[in-house]
């Protein structure tokens, strides 16, 4: 199947990227919800500081998700159109890095909704709404 969308909610930020990186030619586009942008050779920990690297999550998860960095072409993931949705209330501090660059980097489309983290879970029919508006215009 080409011309997928991926969506990527927290840590799965880091995994969109990894896919894009493998599979860029058939995608159409990249949404990080809330999520991890991650530059070449980063872990999801490296942006942050102490105190969140070493804060339990909401599941036991293995370390090393969170420790092992990923590896892949800026270039070729970069050329993907790109938005990313900013959960604003509250503003969920380790998507603090990922924020600010997708706000300050080029090639990114910006939007916020008025939710908490879970958007998913908080406002589904906002999320859906902003979802297509922010893919297809």
């Known amino acids: 199947m080409d011309g997928a969308i991926l969506v990527g909610h927290s840590y799965g930020g880091m ?3 990894g896919v894009a990186d493998r599979l860029a030619e058939r995608l159409a586009h990249l949404v990080y919800l809330d999520a991890s942008v991650p530059l070449p050779g980063e872990s999801w920990a490296s942006p942050h ?3 969140i690297r070493e804060a339990r999550r909401q599941r036991p998860q293995p370390g090393g998700v969170y420790e ?3 590896v892949f072409d800026a270039a070729r993931v970069g050329a993907l159109p790109r ?3 900013d959960c604003t209330a509250p503003a969920l501090e380790t998507i603090t890095p990922s924020r ?3 706000r300050t980097q080029p090639g990114w489309r910006y ?3 008025a939710t908490g983290h879970d958007a998913m879970i908080s406002a ?3 999320l859906l709404e902003l979802l297509y508006t922010s893919i297809f215009f």
Do not use: C, N
């Open 15 to 17: 995994v969109i990227t």
């Open 124 to 126: 589904p029919a906002m």
């Open 68 to 70: 092992d960095p990923l």
């Open 83 to 85: 938005t990313f949705i």
């Open 111 to 113: 939007a916020e909704i």
């Open 49 to 51: 500081p102490a105190h």
């Open 100 to 102: 600010e660059r997708a």
